[in-house]
Structure formats: structure tokens, C-alpha cells
């Protein structure tokens, strides 16, 4: 297992951005997909985006897709998620989370990665 902390989250104003960071501690940490994912109150886990290895292939919800970017540093052994134009709708507690073998880059579910973070707060007013 891949101990995950994130970090970042905060109270942000609709249109506004955030950079959340996901730092690891597995020292193989470049060999992992990794992927963001939200949890909105009295909703489930929804994916976010999805990160291969080396940073060759991303992937997003199309929900995000063109204001979120993924992105990782495989030196510092560290996830981030760059969040701009936020809407309200986007408030959620967002975790990171590590597959060591990703069947696929398309939609995964939350079954697919066997290490999470504890989490962080996002809130966007409007």
C-alpha cells in the first residue's frame, strides 16, 4: 500500500482556482497510475482524472474536462490537481488515490485503486 496525503483544499470563490497536492511515500511511486477523484455530500465517489505513470496519458470526467489538468512529479514523488474556473457544484472532498496496474484509463472506478488519502476539502461559494 502507498501511503497518500493530500493537501491544498480550501474555500474558494466561483471562477477562482486551487492546486491540490498528493505527496507519496512509495519510493516506486513512478511505476503507479494515479488518479483524482470527489465525494460531494450525500453523493457517492465520482471519478476525476486519471494519470499514467510517466505522465504520457491522461484522462478526465467531463465534467472537469478543460478546467481541470492533472499532473504529477515522479523526483518528488508527488500528485497534483490544477482546478480553475471552479463552480459551486465542484465542492467536494477530493482524494488521490494509487493503481499499480490500471485495466483501463477510461472512466476507472474507485475499485480499481488500492490506495487512498485521507482527503481534502474543497468548497466553492458562489
Known amino acids: 500500500q502507498v501511503q497518500l496525503v493530500e493537501s491544498g483544499g480550501g474555500l474558494v470563490q466561483a471562477g477562482g482556482s486551487l492546486r491540490l497536492s498528493c505527496a507519496a511515500s512509495?519510493?516506486?511511486?513512478?511505476?503507479?497510475?494515479m488518479g483524482w477523484f470527489r465525494q460531494a455530500p450525500g453523493k457517492e465517489r465520482e471519478f476525476v482524472a486519471v494519470i499514467s505513470p510517466y505522465g504520457r496519458y491522461t484522462n478526465y470526467a467531463d465534467s472537469v474536462k478543460g478546467r481541470f489538468t492533472i499532473s504529477r512529479d515522479n523526483a518528488k514523488k508527488t500528485l497534483y490537481l490544477h482546478m480553475n474556473s471552479l463552480k459551486p457544484e465542484d465542492t467536494a472532498v477530493y482524494y488521490c488515490?494509487?493503481?499499480?496496474?490500471?485495466?483501463?484509463?477510461?472512466?476507472?472506478?474507485?475499485?480499481?485503486?488500492?490506495?487512498w488519502g485521507q482527503g481534502t476539502q474543497v468548497t466553492v461559494s458562489s
Open positions: 488515490a494509487a493503481s499499480p496496474g490500471l485495466p483501463t484509463m477510461n472512466d476507472p472506478t474507485d475499485a480499481d485503486f488500492g490506495s
Open positions: 512509495e519510493r516506486t511511486f513512478s511505476t503507479y497510475s
